[in-house]
């Protein structure tokens, strides 16, 4: 009879960065954090097209998916793109994982923060060339 070792499974798990293991479909929270990691990609993705679009009339013109409402239109729509094809990828290869909850959040947090920083315009105003 074979049995379950839950100590090299785990052992097995923590060898890789984000520590996941396989589960039964009635616990894993694979699907729900690939959704909250992808949100941070999504606003690290925002903050980074508004630092192009100011550092570059080029990327500004490029943005301009609606010239009524300017570069904001294509920031706001390539962060969007960010964010679903983030969420899609992670959601394939961690939707039967069991995913260590702690480091995905402490990832999140900062990629908000960095996204929030990247909007912040004194920050932005750094990239302008004079």
Not at 1 to 8: A, G, I, W
Request: with cysteine.
């Amino acid at each position: 009879m074979t049995t379950f070792n839950h100590s090299e499974a785990f052992a097995a798990a923590n060898a890789h960065d984000m520590a996941s293991v396989d589960c039964s479909k009635a616990s894993c929270n694979g699907a729900g954090w690939s959704s909250i990691l992808a949100a941070g990609i999504g606003c690290a993705g925002f903050g980074l097209f508004v630092i192009l679009a100011e550092s570059s009339k080029r990327i500004a013109e490029a943005f301009k998916f609606s010239q009524r409402v300017g570069p904001l239109s294509g920031k706001s729509t390539v962060g969007v793109v960010a964010w679903l094809l983030a969420w899609g990828v992670l959601h394939l290869f961690w939707r039967k994982r069991d995913i260590n909850s702690g480091k995905i959040l402490a990832l999140t947090l900062i990629l908000v923060l960095l996204g929030l920083l990247g909007t912040f315009p004194p920050f932005y105003k750094l990239f302008v060339p004079h």
